[in-house]
């Protein structure tokens, strides 16, 4: 692969190490032509397949617009979506399948959504969930109250 400073089309590998509990492989490179070193992170290609039976690969970015949408006028920076989209892309790839489900890439999201912002989550979880009427919403608030009763319970007991 070409080399990111010079552009150099030829570079050496002069260290491969596996990352990610051997998810992928992180390589050392050294341009011959300028001398500096690089690392290229190689992992196995995951797609997503969609509800069509299309399938496309896997994007942290199209996890972030995706998430976007719902976290519009709220506190949320796009570090914390690019830290999400992080998230979600480990979710996926421990399962260790080559292929995943749209439909598992978006329960992914729902959980460090959660973690990151209520609003943001009831908004994505009810176009997720495909909500229908305002006992849905009622039913995912009473079922945020009672997690959060749970654990005010843990930490006072
Ligand atoms: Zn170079």
Do not use: W
Request: net charge neutral; glycine share 4%.
């Amino acid at each position: 692969m070409h080399c990111p400073f010079c552009r150099n089309p030829d570079s050496r590998v002069v260290d491969s190490r596996t990352a990610d509990d051997g998810a992928s492989i992180r390589r050392r490179r050294q341009c011959p032509q300028c001398s500096r070193r690089f690392s290229t992170m190689e992992s196995a290609a995951l797609a997503v397949v969609k509800r069509s039976g299309a399938s496309e690969p896997f994007s942290r970015s199209k996890v972030i617009s995706g998430v976007r949408k719902a976290c519009q006028g709220r506190p949320v920076s796009d570090d914390e979506l690019a830290l999400l989209a992080q998230k979600v892309e480990e979710a996926v790839r421990l399962s260790g399948q080559a292929e995943i489900d749209a439909h598992d890439v978006g329960l992914a999201i729902l959980q460090p959504l959660k973690e990151l912002d209520l609003v943001a989550y009831l908004r994505f979880a009810s176009v997720y969930r495909s909500f229908e009427s305002l006992e849905d919403f009622d039913a995912a608030i009473e079922e945020l109250r009672a997690q959060s009763a749970g654990s005010d319970a843990e930490r006072s007991s």
